[in-house]
Structure formats: structure tokens, C-alpha cells
């Protein structure tokens, strides 16, 4: 048996989920997307419901590596908006997958507990950040887990429209986000 690359297997997943819809999404079809015979993908996934939560941890896998990439400095504010652009580039560079993550693309999926937990830690990354600019006088005090559900709002909102071609035409996407990130940090910073 030739090796299978799971990752390959859902993208090609992800891929047929958008163009096709969660009834054109099959093992089958994933296996024949990516030139693979079908037993590997059902030794690898066991089901549909397999695929989807494979899926659903690979997306948010990814996204959890983008944002444990972006370094720590001396810069706390500078940091977060590293964090914010890192969202981003996560995102565009695995779109197919950002709707299962982040919506409800297929209706009756429901990760389990464990899976919504690990998806649950690549926001902490952003708690600590805010906490941090809290802690260096940037930020005024307040629950940090407050503010970056703020701060995550605008950006998933951002890219949302980003991926699904609704920003308005008002210059580079790119320009647009990090407008809309210093906006979102605005109520927050501490008055000197």
C-alpha cells in the first residue's frame, strides 16, 4: 500500500465539501480526489463523521501552529497584531477547512468534547497577549478573555468577508484587516 498523506486527504475533503456541499462529501470521493484507492482512507477516517472531526482538529491544528510561530518580544502590542495577521494568513491559506471550523458548513457535525477543547486552546494564545498589554499599561485593566473575544470578533469577522469575497472595495485586503485590528484595540487602550 502506497503511503497516504492525511493532510492531502483533508484538504481534498475540505475542497469537495465547498464545491459540493456536505451530501457531495463521501470517503469515496476523497479517495478518488486524491488518486488514492479507498481502503487507506477508511483505515485512516472510518466514516464520514471520522472525516469531519479529522478535518475539524487539522484546521485547528494549523491555525494553533500559526499562532504558537509568532515570537514573543519586547513589543506587547506589536506582538498581538502579529497574532492577528498570523489568524489570517492561517485562514487564507486553508479556507476549505475555516468553514467547518468556524460554522456550521455541515449542520449535524458536532466535534466531541475533546476536539472542541484542543480547538478551544488556540484562543489562549490571544488571552495572553491582551493580558500581556494589560500588564505593560497599553491596555486599561479589565478580563482579558473579555477583550480578545473583542479583538477575535473583528478579526474572524474580517476574514470571514475576506473568504467569502464580501470586503468591500475599499483597497488591499491585507490594509483593510489591519485598519480594522487598530479599531478593535481603540476602547481598550489605557488613558494616560
Known sequence: MAHVNEARLVD????????????GLSLRKVAAAAGVSTMPVYTLFGDKEGLLAAMHREGFRRLGAALAAVPQTAEPLADLVELGLAYRLAALSSPHLYGLMFGRTVPQFRPSAADREAADATYQPLVDA?????????????????????????????????????????????????EALGHAGLPFLALA
Do not use: K, T
Not at 12 to 23: Q, S, T
Not at 131 to 159: E, K, T, Y
Open 12 to 23: 481534498e475533503a475540505a475542497r469537495l465539501l465547498v464545491e459540493h456541499g456536505p451530501a
Open 130 to 178: 491582551v493580558a500581556r498589554c494589560q500588564d505593560a499599561g497599553i491596555f486599561g485593566a479589565g478580563d482579558p478573555r473579555r477583550v480578545a473575544l473583542h479583538l477575535w470578533a473583528v478579526s474572524h469577522g474580517m476574514v470571514n468577508l475576506e473568504l467569502n469575497g464580501q470586503l468591500p472595495d475599499l483597497g488591499p485586503a491585507e490594509e483593510l484587516y489591519l
